[in-house]
Every structure is written in C-alpha cells, then in structure tokens.
C-alpha cells in the first residue's frame, strides 16, 4: 500500500523528484519471503521444463544453457515436469541459497549448490560447471594459462576474476572443446561457464548469470 502512495506521490512532484521517487520504488520493491531459495534450470534435453511455484505451473524459459534464477520455498521439494510429465526425485534446495537444477536426458533432476563463498563485487565473478560424465573437467585459457582445473562431474567451482575478454577452451582429458568467446564483463558480473557432452566431444558455453525479480505469487 506505502509503495501505491508513493508512486501516487511521485506523480505530482516535479519531473527530476519524479526519477527520485521511481528510484526509491525499485529500491523498495518486494523482497522474497524468509526461508526462501533462488534455483535455475539446465536442461541437457531442451524440451519443456516447468517449474511449479505457489501450486501455479509458471514455465521456466531457459536460454542459451541455464534458465535465469527464480524464487521458490526453500526446504521443500521443487515440483518439475517435461512436457506435462512429473520428474521423479525432485531436489529440495535449501533455504538462503542458490542451486542449478541440471535435469539429465533421461529426466533425472541433480541439484548444484551454487556457493556465494569468496564473492568480490569489485571483481567478475566467473563459474564452471562440469555437466560431462566421467570427465575431471578443465577450463584454460587458448594457449595461456588454467583457469579451472579438476571440476568433477556434476560439480562446480566458481573464482573472482579480473574484468576481461578472453578465449577459452573446455577440457576432459586429451579432448578438448572448440574455442568459446568469454563477453567483455565488468566488475560486478557474474557470468557461467558449462562443460557439456558434444556428439564428438566437450562443449564449452557461457552466458550471464540473471535473476528473476520477486513479484509475490506472480513468480
């Protein structure tokens, strides 16, 4: 209601006290209750993933790799489903936390626990996820250095980085992935890299880490 009078407010104030008054309304936009999780989709079989939030299935868009984060109950089982069928053993994400849900191309779901230890918003912060069976997977820089090294499989590894644009190369082994185009980042960034099984070897891919805004039951 406070937020309804304020933007009411807002709209007879003058135009710069205006932008203020908008900016104080997205300072002060809903929070998500206590006890509450933030998980994201990979879908190692792109087809129709939903996730089930407040008993209304919302469908969850994923994009290049991973769906954006979206706020769920923590310490209660994620309902999903592909192309209207149940998964079985759905994951329950802990409270206060961040998880990737990789659902497998037999529709089996397996939780990731996305620690925020070491976070530096001076820096980017860059993550790997190694989603490659039987592979200790690798991440290295072409022809220069490692940046991960021995992620296992279904694991995750994330460090603070400079802000910078490189190229880089996924590894298993001897086997290594096409080069993949690290974006110009800024401090602040946080960004994703997935280790995936190709139809002749590792894939690398990458996007940017986002994260839906709460809006109360709508999510």
């Known amino acids: 209601m406070w937020i309804t009078r304020l933007v009411l407010f807002a709209m007879m104030l003058p135009a710069p006290m205006v932008v203020q008054a908008q900016e104080l ?19 190692l079989d792109p087809t129709d993933i939903r996730l089930n939030v407040a008993g209304a299935k919302a469908p969850v868009m994923v994009g290049e790799v991973a769906s954006i984060y979206r706020v769920v109950k923590g310490g209660q089982p994620v309902d999903l489903s592909r192309n209207g069928s149940p998964l079985a053993d ?22 990731i626990s996305d620690s925020t230890d070491g976070r530096n918003d001076l820096k980017v912060q860059l993550r790997v996820y190694n989603l490659v069976t039987d592979c200790a997977g690798a991440v290295t820089v072409v022809d220069g250095p490692t940046v991960f ?31 993949f185009q690290l974006p110009s980042l800024k401090a602040g960034d946080h960004f994703s890299l997935f280790l995936i099984e190709g139809a002749s070897g590792p894939e690398l891919r990458g996007q940017r880490d986002e994260t839906e805004p709460y809006r109360g039951t709508q999510n």
């Open 25 to 43: 309304t997205r300072l002060y936009a809903p929070r998500p209750p206590a006890g509450s999780a933030y998980v994201r989709i990979v879908d």
């Open 90 to 111: 759905t994951p329950i994400p802990s409270a206060d936390t961040f998880s990737t849900i990789v659902i497998t191309r037999d529709g089996s779901p397996h939780l």
């Open 149 to 179: 090294a021995d992620v296992g499989t279904n694991k995750t590894l994330s460090r603070a980085i400079n802000p910078v644009e490189a190229r880089l190369e996924g590894r298993c082994g001897d086997k290594i992935s096409a080069p």
